[in-house]
């Protein structure tokens, strides 16, 4: 399967070894602690090098309170900018925290997930101030696996309204607040009271992660019935093929979350854990983890070059484990996949119909 080399970075980001994955190997590795996120559970136990650097780098870290609290309530004085009305932006347009607008916010058919501060540039400066460390923070950590971003409410009229009849936010009197974005719909943190840390943040996110795109399978029935049928169907809305991740692995990582998520509306994601023997058996599995493609045969003319025939009906194309790994190289895998529209030229390479392309263009926010 998919050529050896670069095992290690497969296993650390898809839950391979002993400890953990994704996110929380590279958290315990960067704050030097033990325990890190208690070995890939969201809120486990350890974790005290992650505490110390906080403390080291940020001063309070995620202990700390906002000078006034964090979202609690109207009525409070707003700390304006020290700059003026003229000054510069919390949250620059090269900065790592994206800036968010009402045109381009996140909705339903946005390829990314979204963690968004609401804030007041002009009033509440101070305490937005104090979150922008912990989101550069969490930037730099989950390279990529969902996006941050913040949004000025106070920017003008436009946005505040924005704000009022979209989140029914009071403005400025209820910000900052945080909220995470999926499929269009923002779940508040709703912590009042503590400074959020990266970790606060992180764990938050995870609570909201997608679970509805990824199907559990750990037996070869499940796997026929749960995601290969379903490419049989003559249904217009059926996936162009399935995804699967066989993992040794009981926590399903962001990674892989976010890929299910942007590929949401072409493949069907599924995922085998805990290193299931008798369905790795059955894919002829060898290593863990290991990411598949599947298709009906029905669906093309002729098999691509690397087509592993799977019984009689369906192919397999692996992802070889010698690819870098992380959100750009697995996005490139998967638009080289073949489309059910594919044609084969005479040269022997795949090209897409229009017809597809098209319709895989989604916004890019």
Not at 95 to 107: C, E, I, W
Not at 120 to 148: C, H, M, S, T
Not at 182 to 188: D, N, Q, T, Y
Not at 281 to 299: H, I, N, T
Request: net charge neutral; glycine share 14%; aromatic share 12%.
């Amino acid at each position: 399967f998919g050529g050896g080399g670069g095992g290690e970075a497969f296993e650390q980001f898809f839950g391979g070894g002993a400890g953990g994955f994704g996110f929380e190997d590279i958290l315990s590795q960067a704050f030097g602690g033990g325990g890190g996120f208690g070995g890939g559970h969201a809120g486990g136990g350890g974790g005290g090098g992650h505490q110390q650097f906080f403390q080291q780098g940020f001063g309070s870290g995620g202990g700390g309170h906002f000078q006034q609290g964090f979202g609690g309530g109207g009525g409070r004085q707003q700390q304006r900018r020290p700059q003026g009305a003229d000054g510069p932006q919390l949250f620059p347009l090269s900065g790592k925290v994206a800036r968010l607008g009402s045109p381009k916010f996140p909705g339903q058919t946005s390829k990314h997930m979204w963690l968004v501060m609401f804030y007041d540039n002009d009033r509440g400066y101070q305490e937005a101030a104090q979150v922008k460390p912990q989101l550069e923070l969490l930037v730099d950590k989950i390279k990529g696996n969902f996006k941050v971003g913040a949004m000025d409410c106070g920017k003008n009229k436009k946005e505040e309204q924005f704000c009022r009849q979209e989140f029914d936010l009071d403005v400025p009197h209820e910000l900052p607040q945080l909220g995470f974005v999926v499929h269009g719909h923002l779940e508040w943190y709703d912590d009042e009271d503590e400074l959020p840390s990266a970790r606060n943040l992180y764990e938050f996110a995870l609570q909201h992660m997608p679970k509805d795109l990824i199907t559990n399978v750990n037996q070869p029935q499940q796997l026929h019935s749960k995601v290969l049928q379903p490419l049989t169907t003559s249904s217009t809305t059926k996936p162009e093929g399935a995804i699967l991740l066989l993992t040794d692995k009981y926590e399903t990582s962001t990674l892989y979350y976010s890929l299910a998520y942007k590929y949401r509306t072409n493949y069907r994601f599924a995922e085998s854990k805990a290193k299931s023997i008798n369905l790795g058996r059955e894919l002829g599995v060898k290593k863990y983890p290991s990411l598949v493609a599947l298709f009906s045969k029905a669906d093309f003319n002729r098999l691509p070059q690397e087509a592993v025939p799977y019984q009689e009906d369906y192919f397999m194309i692996w992802y070889a484990t010698s690819q870098p790994l992380n959100q750009e190289s697995l996005s490139k895998w998967v638009d080289k996949l073949p489309s059910p529209t594919t044609k084969t030229s005479s040269s022997g390479r795949q090209q897409r119909s229009s017809s597809s392309s098209s319709s895989s263009h989604r916004r890019e926010f």
